[in-house]
């Protein structure tokens, strides 16, 4: 069980370049996220996608778009990149337990990405 | 004003000491409180979760939350050099599919 992983580790990107940022579970989670993480901001949640073939806005998804390309594999897309959007970014899945209240969010590693 | 309110330290105790983290919320529709645990260059993992007001023991960690304050907050007894990480909080509403709300997270250090 290998839980959440993304890649790239690292990525440096000059502005106006584009990139995709890779993240796959091996759970069977149905729910998948997006997330930045900023010095001084916390985590934000970027984007979401609740199953399969469904994404969702979050709190900071100007820039970005998303694919959710079947059940494990979740993508975040930069088009244009920005160095406003130099940040470490982190997939999650989540994992509901048997009283759908209680539920757990797992963090892939990070991807660290920073735009010239 | 945002949601959740962190102090982001950084808070540095000798190894032993009691460490205290707090956080402070806006949003009464909050019922689900956490502590995500994060080491330097890794994921946030999840080390405390509770539900509405009350304290939750789990070894040396107490998770204690005060509904009618909008507070909550992480003790951790006999602090260990291996709890030199950050700490976030997180919290949402109720619902299966409500998304976490994250502090800014507290960078704690415990010196030998």
């Known amino acids: 069980n290998a839980g959440v992983t993304q890649t790239p580790k690292f990525q440096v990107l000059k502005t106006g370049q584009s990139m995709t940022l890779q993240c796959a579970q091996d759970?069977?989670?149905?729910?998948m996220y997006w997330y930045r993480q900023d010095p001084g901001m916390g985590l934000r949640l970027i984007y979401y996608s609740a199953s399969e073939g469904t994404t969702d806005k979050g709190e900071v998804p100007n820039g970005y778009n998303v694919s959710r390309l079947n059940k494990r594999e979740f993508s975040l897309r930069l088009e244009s990149a920005a160095p406003s959007q130099t940040s470490v970014y982190f997939c999650a899945s989540l994992r509901y337990w048997r009283d759908p209240s209680y539920n757990e969010q797992f963090f892939g590693p990070g991807t660290r990405l920073t735009v010239l | 004003q945002k949601e959740v309110e962190q102090d982001p330290g950084p808070l540095s105790v000798p190894e032993g000491a009691i460490v205290s983290l707090n956080c402070t919320y806006s949003?009464?529709?909050?019922?689900?409180f956490m502590w995500y645990r994060q080491y330097s260059r890794k994921g946030p993992e999840l080390l405390m979760y509770t539900y509405s007001s009350g304290n939750k023991e789990d070894g040396r960690f107490t998770a204690q939350v005060d509904k009618s304050s909008k507070y909550i907050s992480l003790f951790i007894r006999d602090s260990q050099p291996s709890d030199s990480a950050t700490y976030l909080c997180a919290m949402r509403s109720g619902g299966s599919q409500g998304n976490l709300i994250f502090g800014k997270g507290t960078k704690l250090s415990v010196k030998p």
């Open positions: 759970m069977n989670h149905n729910s």
């Open positions: 949003n009464s529709a909050f019922q689900y």
